[in-house]
């Protein structure tokens, strides 16, 4: 929840079209907030707090920091 | 399908469906829960492994061998090639059949297994793990057991949920891309990596043969590299530059956790292994022998564990796994933080004065006296982990 305290919004963007649903950010996110089935990703918002690591691991970059913030 | 078993695993990759199988040898009832619609597809892995490896579980089978190794070619920035032959056998295996192999190893055992079964949950009584939540074709279920075996791959999110710290700092996943590409003439026999700034800093580059002159093709960075350059904008580099005509059969993402097994792999009612444990070889990133020899040992003490009706039983599968590989795994740690930071003009050198080696001298462990000789700590780890 702290996120929200933080900066009020979600600024993390999946690419939902282009992700292989590989796991790789999953493995790296420290707050357990990215659900991932067989084809189908999210953020769970509430526990995002905009660390970018997910960003940085993405081995196709299909997830964007996004500054202006993320519709969910 | 029951409503209640001994032991429930999570995920069929090699770990899981062999976890499953050494406690179904036992007698106890097993069920395996696996999110994709199909066991070992898609496959997120260079394939290759040494024979000892795979025959330590499942006699070998020309039906999920895609290649037989016997040589590694080390290139070095600057082109230089050093060749290493093989002192075991290898191979480069067709996992979505390697991996179908398993499970069915593990369902003659006695397994259950159960596909396009989503695990979101745990369920916790007593503070214990006694069970799983998870989505079956859109719909929720529940399912009990007395030991829950996280075999979740690189995700790991069902160790998390038990209270286990599992998620990889971000510097030590090897993020990966690859493609397994047609019309690429390499030795169909030959494992080829390259090394670099060009190629994959802080990892390495990797063409491994699949036959009919196909093969896999790909690299892995460090999340460290990912902050500036994915690891797809080095593989298509490498494409334009080498293969820009290939045919690409198939293409993948995925992550490798590259360090050492989590400081717990095991707590009341709850086991990880393979990828999920972190037992991945931290110097190679081969996670396919190792995940199964992890799987084997908490499978083993998962199934004594519901036998004698010993519920702390399951704690000494953490020293068993370091005492079979863990700890050799923190040598390869050590090794691995030596050699992955060299520069280009270093990694040059050292292909330089390996090829001086006289020719039936050179073996691996001799390659990695030679790139450490400055570094004489790392040289009495690699004595221990290599006969030199
Ligand atoms: C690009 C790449 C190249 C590699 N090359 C090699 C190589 O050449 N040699 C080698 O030895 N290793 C290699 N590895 C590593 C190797 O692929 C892994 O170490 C190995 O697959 C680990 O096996 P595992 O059973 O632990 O996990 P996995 O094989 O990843 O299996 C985990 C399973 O769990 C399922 N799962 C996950 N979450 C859930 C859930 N919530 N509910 C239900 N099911 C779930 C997944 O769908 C999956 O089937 C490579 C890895 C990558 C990414
Ligand atoms: S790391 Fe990238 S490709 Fe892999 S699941 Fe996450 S968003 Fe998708
Ligand atoms: S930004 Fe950080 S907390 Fe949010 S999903 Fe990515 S890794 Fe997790």
Known sequence: ?72 | MKTNYDIIVVGAGPAGSIAARYAAEQGVSVLILEKDRDVGYPVRCGEAISKAGVEEFIPSDEKWIAAHIEKFSLNSPDGTEAIVEFEDAGYVLERRIFDYALAKTAANAGAEILTRAYVNGLIIEDNKVAGVKYEYRGEPKEVKAKIVIGADGVESRIGRWAGLKTFVHFRDMECCAQVTAAQINLDPNTLYFYFGEEYAPGGYFWAFPKGMNTANIGLGVSGMVGKQRSALSYLNNFMTKRYPDAPVLTSIAGGVPSTVTLEKISAPGIMLVGDAARQVNPLSGGGIASGMIGGSIAGRIAGESIKLNKPDHVLTYDKAWHDRLGKRHETFERIKNGIYNFSDDKFNKIAHSFNKVPKDKRSLGRLFTTALINQPSLLVDIAKVFVI
């Open chain 1, 1 to 72: 929840m702290y996120r929200q305290a933080k900066t009020g919004k979600l600024m993390i963007e999946i690419l939902r079209d282009k992700c292989d649903f590989c796991g790789c950010c999953v493995g790296i996110c420290p707050e357990d907030a990215i659900e991932l089935k067989e084809a189908e990703i999210y953020i769970i918002d509430a526990r995002c707090t905009n660390c970018s690591k997910c960003v940085w691991s993405c081995p196709i970059e299909v997830i964007k920091f996004n500054r202006e913030g993320v519709l969910v």
